[in-house]
């Protein structure tokens, strides 16, 4: 092994050895009895057969006395030893996994501190294997450390015994302590880089699975499973292929280990045979010797173990250390914010944001934003895709700080605020909705202490009480990984339902009701209003539906204000703004227009400047007229809201 490695990695155990000294040093003493009783065994087992064992083949009967304390001396040898096991065994395995739980937690902490801007530069897999198969590698060394170092009391011990009965002997079997290093250096300097390969495979296999289970819908649905199958299948095959090399290394390695202290005893044996016969050794001394250099084989590959390991453990916290010492967790004021539990407002002033580009540099994703929105008002962002709307989201919930300007709530910039200021009172309900493998009641409290009642009544606000109190356990009922049995509207309503629960006072959604039905939507945007302002709300919007319910418009464009005024002002003012929510309403137009053919499609009339994508049928909740179970009338269509159900508009939509 390299002296830099062997360096590092003695350095990560004496770090470990730090943060848990008690277990460590129990773990210590056991292997230290272990170590002392297994040699004692040797030099034991020599006087009893000088004082026991050979008196009564020369006599030929052996007495009680002489077999109890023959049985009774090696008896309590062993039960020493034992209890040695025991303690150090216990002991390193807890030493081992406090400290992997203790890692396991600062790296999930790290993780939660760190902004969305380095999660994104980071795949999901790798920050797995960080905290798991990283963690684990890195304090592996820590079950084997114990045990070589009670090895280094058994080989001082057995040292001194084998001397002791006879030198020219003991001369002779610790020829195989060198022997045994060297091998194991030659050894450690061979599996070094492999282990490394290893590891750093193990991550890149990691990644890859969670990405193809991740995207097992998308790799369905367009039929890629072989070609996904054969992508995983190299990584697989290159982890496998540097395994067998570890493998091969240690198959060339363990016969050889093995040998050495067999070709020792015999070297003992032969010598003591010619030496007993001349009358220069006595047969217990030559079994002493024989006996103590066996044992002490298995034990002194213990050092080769914690040789093993040490590769491992560099590895693992050098990666481990890269996520601990990840700069840019969001920093945090000492101001509360005031206005108790009333809305709160909203200002931006000359706002700023940049996204990392591929080789790190600055891409600027927004600039000069102001904004101010009144206290219980609701403010629509209206914009093309990739105009940053999803970014102005992040800023004003504050996932991510602005490079430049601010974003004020109640007056106060976010970034003075204490911890756990703004999650108190701002709520964010994304695009991408996440449920979790739980019960419904699980999904909308997270775990906060809230009644029945609270989450009935935010499920209410959300429109989901009514296909929740259909599912067969209710608020007890579990909707699988990320909700598999709800219908996209469902669990939409579902996240919405857990931001109000927690009664925000400025909530952002980020086309958080993409799914939902849009009378449904309506009646949802509708009922926050009718709660006499009690929220501010900002939300993302793409219907007109929605964008009628705002008090104010603001169209975006390539990260900038382009207009805000009402939707009659933009319309009127904004050329941007009129292209992008009239374009879907002249496609339908023309469409209609268009010669009946197999696939045409319906014909209807055109509210000029006042449909969205998908809004052209009738009973979307802009002509005012319904269709039975569009929402309006409180009517579900069959099946809608079972779980697994989809809403029939949700999919027009």
């Not at 880089?193 to 590891?199: A, E």
């Not at 193990?202 to 054969?230: D, I, M, P, Q």
């Not at 590959?301 to 560099?314: D, K």
């Not at 914009?383 to 004003?396: R, V």
């Amino acid at each position: 092994m390299h002296g830099s490695t062997l360096a590092r990695g003695l350095r990560v155990v004496w770090m470990g050895v730090r943060q848990e000294p008690w277990w460590f040093a129990a773990a210590v003493l056991g292997s230290g009895l272990y170590g002392a009783g297994t040699a004692g065994g040797g030099w034991v087992l020599g006087r009893v057969t000088d004082a026991v064992l050979a008196p009564a083949f020369a006599a030929g009967r052996i007495t009680g006395h002489q077999l109890f304390v023959a049985t009774g001396s090696l008896a309590l040898v062993g039960v020493l030893t034992a209890l040695g096991v025991v303690a150090r065994r216990v002991a390193a395995g807890i030493t081992m996994f406090r400290l992997q739980a203790r890692y396991r937690r600062e790296v999930t902490r790290q993780y939660l501190r760190l902004p969305l801007s380095w999660h994104h530069r980071h795949p999901t897999g790798q920050l797995l294997s960080n905290a798991n198969a990283d963690v684990e590698a890195m304090w592996q060394v820590m079950a084997p450390l114990p045990m070589s170092l009670g090895v280094l009391v058994m080989l001082l011990v057995a040292a001194g015994a084998m001397v002791a009965a006879d030198p020219v002997l003991a001369g002779v079997g610790l020829l195989v302590v060198p022997a045994l290093l060297w091998v194991n250096t030659v050894y450690q300097r061979r599996m070094s880089p492999q282990v490394m390969r290893v590891q750093a495979l193990r991550a890149e296999v990691s990644a890859v699975a969670h990405e193809s289970f991740e995207g097992a819908l998308v790799v369905k649905t367009l039929g890629r499973e072989a070609e996904e199958t054969r992508r995983f299948e190299a990584d697989a095959r290159a982890l496998a292929a540097a395994n067998v090399e570890v493998g091969r290394t240690r198959g060339v390695f363990d016969p050889v280990i093995e040998a050495l202290p067999t070709l020792g005893t015999l070297a003992v044996l032969a010598v003591g045979t010619l030496r007993v016969g001349a009358g220069q050794a006595r047969t217990g001394d030559v079994v002493q010797v024989a006996y103590l250099l066996t044992l002490i084989a298995f034990p002194v590959r213990s050092l080769g173990w914690v040789l093993g390991e040490l590769p491992r453990t560099v590895v693992g916290w050098e990666r481990v250390r890269a996520v601990l010492r990840a700069q840019g967790g969001l920093p945090y004021g000492e101001q509360s914010l005031p206005g108790g539990r009333s809305p709160a407002t909203l200002a931006v002033r000359d706002a700023g944001y940049d996204h990392a580009g591929p080789e790190g540099e600055a891409v600027p994703a927004l600039r000069g934003i102001t904004l101010d929105v009144p206290a219980g008002s609701t403010l629509a962002v209206v914009g093309p895709t990739g105009s940053g709307k999803s970014t102005l989201a992040d800023l004003l919930v504050r996932l991510v700080d602005p490079v430049e300007g601010a974003v004020l709530l109640d007056g106060v910039d976010l970034r003075a605020l204490a911890a756990g200021q703004v999650p108190s009172a701002v709520a964010l309900v994304p695009q991408g909705t996440f449920v979790f493998d739980d019960t419904v009641r699980g999904n909308v409290t997270l775990g906060a202490g809230l009644t029945d009642e609270q989450v009935w009544e935010a499920l209410r606000e959300a429109r989901a009480d009514r296909f929740v109190a259909a599912l067969p356990g209710g608020l007890d009922t579990r909707v699988g990984e990320r909700g598999t049995t709800l219908s996209g509207g469902q669990r939409q309503r579902l996240a919405l339902a857990r931001a109000l629960v927690r009664h925000p006072r400025l909530l952002v959604l980020d086309d958080a009701t993409s799914a939902v039905d849009p009378a449904v939507e309506a009646a949802i945007l509708g009922g926050l209003r009718e709660t006499g302002g009690a929220v501010t709300v900002v939300v993302i919007a793409y219907r007109m539906a929605t964008i009628a319910l705002a008090d104010e418009v603001v169209y975006v464009e390539q990260g900038r204000v382009a207009g805000r005024g009402t939707h009659a002002e933009l319309l009127s003012d904004c050329p941007g703004y009129r292209e992008l929510v009239t374009a879907y309403a002249r496609d339908a137009q023309a469409r209609a227009a268009a010669p009946a053919g197999p696939d045409a499609g319906p014909s209807g009339e055109e509210l000029p400047g006042e449909e969205l994508p998908g809004e052209e049928l009738p009973g979307d909740g802009l002509s005012g007229e319904e269709l039975p179970g569009d929402g309006l009338s409180g009517e579900e269509l069959p099946g809608e809201d079972l779980p697994g159900g989809e809403v029939a508009a949700e999919v027009r939509a």
